[in-house]
């Protein structure tokens, strides 16, 4: 075979293949003419996080709806244009990214694909057919906040001490993830203003390593339970309360499972929920652009997990606490400070 035939064979089969240069996951459903198409954030899928929470709603909406999606992971977050533009013009009536750099991205190209619908999640991005997603993870962070305040300050607990420390974990140190730290410091303080919490920053969403070595640290200096707003650097985090006997707090999915008894709650950022709704949306024809879709905790845009694994170790009469806070959040007797300025 010449050197030209196959570099044509090549290129054939990339476009068999689809996208290239980026690893990819679809569903194929002929008759259907409802398709999503998902860029994740960095750190990809398999996070058991943020995007992975993407790919379960999307899958709940073909399964339940017939809506066809597929998943794009990029090597390097400079590609989401090029990413962009080519989910657009194979047809995909929705493209979504989590990778919050994108959206200056999206506002740029939006206007050459009038009939596709662009979503961004995080942030509010205007555009005729822009989707911005806006969820209330500060207010269920604001819930693991006082619950950990509670049950820091309980030394039946096994593995609590009596230092009062709680800590903080983050991937990339940005709005995003300010969010649910200044959630979580407002609960804390709100059972506890006395309550000290440390705070480290691995500037990675995908190095483990990072966040054991950040949770180590922040042990060492007394705090017993430390949430993550850290994607697939959590997964440190987790694992080093586990082999020091204290708990973890775990985030956008429900993680508890990770580390059976040693994952207090999780901080559930609902993205499954709201790419279910925005699937739903397409299909019933009611999605419109320059719009923002509120997903705030009594929407079901955010929540704690059910704790299956540490329930039991908790005192009722904080258990009890903790619904009093969740009641007084979702009726805005409690007004839990978002420090992007964009819920509502």
């Known amino acids: ?14 476009l068999l293949l689809g996208i290239s240069g980026c690893s990819s996951s679809s569903t194929s459903n002929s008759s259907s003419k409802y398709k999503v198409a998902m860029i994740t954030s960095s750190g990809g899928l398999g996070d058991r996080s943020f995007n992975d929470s993407g790919q379960e709603g999307l ?9 066809d999606y597929k998943i794009v992971e990029p090597k390097d977050i400079a590609e989401g244009e090029k990413y962009l533009r080519e989910l657009a013009k194979t047809g995909y009536n929705v493209v979504a990214t989590l990778e919050y750099g994108h959206a200056d991205i999206v506002k740029k190209i939006a206007p050459d694909y009038p009939n596709t619908k662009f979503v961004v999640l995080n ?24 619950l950990s305040a509670l049950v820091t300050n309980d030394t039946n607990i096994k593995g609590m001490n009596k230092e009062n420390i709680i800590g903080f974990v983050g991937g990339i140190e940005s709005p995003g993830i300010e969010k649910f730290y200044k959630g979580y410091e407002e609960g804390a303080k709100y059972v506890n203003p006395n309550i000290k919490i440390l705070k480290g920053y691995a500037n990675s969403f995908a190095d483990p390593s990072k966040g054991k070595e950040l949770t180590l640290a922040q042990i060492d200096k007394g705090a017993d339970i430390i949430f993550h707003a850290a994607g697939g650097t959590g997964e440190g985090v987790i694992a080093a309360c586990k082999d020091k006997g204290v ?15 040693f994952v207090l709650t999780s901080v559930m950022k609902r993205v499954d929920n709201s790419f279910y709704k925005i699937a739903e949306k397409l299909k019933e024809e009611t999605l419109e652009g320059n719009k923002i879709l509120y997903m705030s905790m009594k929407d079901g845009g955010a929540q704690i997990s059910e704790m299956k694994y540490t329930k039991d170790k908790i005192n009722p009469k904080d258990l009890e606490k903790i619904e009093n806070i969740r009641e007084k959040i979702n009726n805005k007797e409690i007004k839990v400070t978002d420090v992007t300025g964009i819920a509502k």
């Open 59 to 67: 899958k709940r909406a073909k399964d339940e709806l017939g809506v």
């Open 123 to 146: 942030q509010i991005v205007e555009g005729d057919n822009i989707v911005s997603i806006v969820f209330g993870e500060h207010e269920a962070a604001f819930l693991a906040g006082a």
């Open 1 to 14: 075979m010449t050197k030209k035939l196959i570099a044509i064979s090549i290129s054939v089969l990339f």
């Open 247 to 261: 708990f973890a707090v775990g985030v956008d999915s429900d993680q508890d499972y990770i580390a059976e008894g």
